[in-house]
């Protein structure tokens, strides 16, 4: 439990190859969660980094009877009692150990045993505990490196950054196994990384592959869009040439058309080249998205920018990933096809061919710790996975997800409703709205809850009052003058108002029923955050906290009726 750093990594693999298994806890856990997770896995020995997390630990001792030793990795101990170690003096035991005793227990394990338990990041109800084994782990990398273009000494080498928990199984795969099955070099971005210090990692480092989530992305296109807005009228026009290159290029060789157009070279030479720069990535091979939430917005802006953002599909049950996109396998909003050997299927498919997704594979878990009832309803007799997820496969097995099964609206009507599709539309039609949550169930009609985009507070990663420097600008065009957030709430400006209601309107003539329309909206007084409780550890939208957070305003939607 603590930040990620070599020692989290070092005491995670020590645990496996010394016969018992590793169990990650997010830095953020309160000292209950970790009494609950340790009971569970009735854990033998805490890893901590710091006092802070020590303190955790020592509340809870009294009551964990399988706990037999605690060990700080960070900062000198302040603290004197007989089973706390720290990192040095922990290694030192080493010395006691003969190196035939080791070799014994690691040539003990098998395959199929548990090496790893991982508690799911579920954003409804508890977590559970997701036991993965050793041939989860290694067949899972070894599959996504098949997949995927990683560079291997001697002919290379691999450069990584690593920022999202390593409690969170996809940052393991991809950052921690893929990094020593390919003898990659892994650097740890400073523990403020998504509070804004992570870009100068990137510009340090110069990752040759690089795995974002979907806030992180958004970021980015916040940041090239102020670097362009802050640029000459000559090289805004420059700009806006080679992008309309880049998207029609990228867009055609989608369509298996490999060979870019004379200028295309150009184009790199005078945007491409210094926007990947500016992010540091201009080293970058492959980009990632890890998670769901991906706008086409922000894909195909940076599909403009020869940046094809490469997104995947999986759940902590089918150890991180079961399918992704590629070079070789690249669709705008698809999370693209199957690691080798593996099965996806959606059956009892609605009218629109949107069904529950289902995954097969070396990759599917072995089940839920202490949990057999759990385990029984996600997973069924012939080993298929029950995602819980809503999507549909193309005729080319390209996989689009479109929401969870828990996030359906069950209108009064009894009519069922996908929020994802409408809220993805809302995005793409109002540039200026960062989230749109769709609210409903059991009311008579649909409502939104928007937020605008914000500036960051680079010391606390929390949302300012100040619009960014892309929604500023959009505005002019409405001519109308805010420059934060409460302008535009507080003085009710018209224009805007009046631009996402016409906007909202010609998204409505569009929808497949009357019930799919969006009869009400309000603008939130803040961007969604970690500390606002809106987004989780891995800023992923929790819709569930959303609407608890914002019970009052989606009241308010239904007061009068």
């Known amino acids: 439990m603590g930040l990620n750093s070599e020692e989290w990594v070092i005491a995670s693999i020590g645990a496996i190859m010394a016969g018992g298994f590793s169990v990650g806890i997010l830095s953020s856990s309160s000292a209950k969660a970790c009494q609950v997770i340790a009971e569970n896995t009735e854990m033998d020995f805490f890893v901590v980094d710091d006092n802070r997390q020590l303190q955790k630990v020592l509340q809870i001792q009294g009551s964990l009877k399988h706990l037999q030793a605690i060990v700080q990795y960070k900062e000198d101990l302040q603290v004197k009692q007989e089973n706390l170690y720290s990192w040095k003096g922990f290694l030192n035991l080493a010395k006691a150990v003969p190196d035939d005793t080791l070799d014994k227990v690691v040539d003990s394990q098998r395959p199929n045993q548990c090496c790893t338990v991982v508690y799911s990041l579920a954003s409804t109800g508890p977590s ?12 899972t990398t070894a599959a996504t490196i098949q997949s995927l273009c990683y560079k291997c000494p001697p002919e290379g080498q691999e450069v990584l950054v690593n920022y999202l928990p390593l409690s969170y199984i996809g940052a393991q795969i991809f950052d921690m196994w893929v990094a ?44 090239m869009k102020t670097r362009q807005l802050d640029s000459s009228g000559f090289w805004r026009m420059i700009d806006k040439w080679a992008m309309r290159l ?28 210094g926007a990947k720069k500016a992010l540091g990535l201009d080293h970058c091979q492959q980009f990632f998205s890890m998670g769901l939430g991906l706008s086409r917005v922000t894909q195909e802006f940076f599909l403009s920018l020869d940046i094809p953002i490469f997104q995947l599909y999986g759940l902590t049950e089918c150890t991180g990933v079961h399918t992704l996109s590629s070079y070789e396998a690249f669709q705008v909003l698809s999370c693209g096809k199957g690691l080798p050997d593996t099965h996806t299927k959606v059956p009892e498919e609605d009218e629109n061919k949107i069904g529950e997704i289902y995954l097969w594979g070396r990759n599917i878990f072995m089940g839920y710790l202490n949990n057999k009832e759990g385990t029984e309803k996600k997973m069924d007799s012939h080993g298929w996975l029950h995602t819980g997820d809503l999507g549909f496969l193309d005729d ?101 108002s009046d631009f996402i209601s016409q906007s909202i309107e010609a998204i409505n003539s569009e929808a497949s029923s009357d019930g799919a329309r969006i009869v009400k909206w309000t603008i939130l007084d803040t961007d969604f955050s970690v500390g606002g409780g809106e987004l989780g550890a891995t800023m992923k939208l929790r819709r569930a906290a959303v609407t608890k957070i914002y019970q009052e305003e989606i009241e308010s939607f239904y007061k009068d009726d």
């Not at 804004?196 to 990137?202: A, H, K």
């Not at 880049?246 to 030479?269: D, E, W, Y």
């Not at 769709?438 to 914000?454: E, F, H, R, S």
Request: aromatic share 8%; with cysteine.
């Open 128 to 139: 559970k505990a997701v036991m993965l084994s050793h041939d989860n782990i290694t067949w």
């Open 180 to 223: 020593i099955s390919v003898a990659g070099a892994l650097y740890f971005a400073q523990p403020d990384a998504l509070k804004g210090s992570l870009m100068d990692t990137l510009r340090e480092v110069r990752p040759t592959t690089f795995c974002g989530v979907p806030w992180m992305w958004d970021r980015m296109y916040d940041a």
């Open 246 to 273: 880049g998207l029609q290029t990228n867009r055609r060789r989608m369509s298996g058309h490999v060979h870019p157009p004379l200028c295309f070279r150009l184009a790199k030479k005078l945007t491409f080249d």
């Open 396 to 496: 080319s097995d390209f996989l689009y997800v479109m929401g969870n099964i828990k996030d359906t609206i069950t209108l009064s009507s009894g009519q069922k409703i996908h929020p994802t599709p409408i809220e993805e539309r809302v995005k793409l039609s109002i540039p200026i709205v960062r989230y749109a949550v769709v609210v409903g169930q059991d009311a008579p009609y649909l409502c939104a809850l928007l937020t605008l985009k914000c500036q960051i507070n680079s010391e606390t990663g929390e949302p300012r009052d100040v619009l960014t420097s892309e929604a500023v600008a959009f505005c002019r065009k409405l001519r109308s003058q805010p420059t934060r957030l409460t302008d535009i709430i507080l003085d009710r400006d018209p224009l805007v």
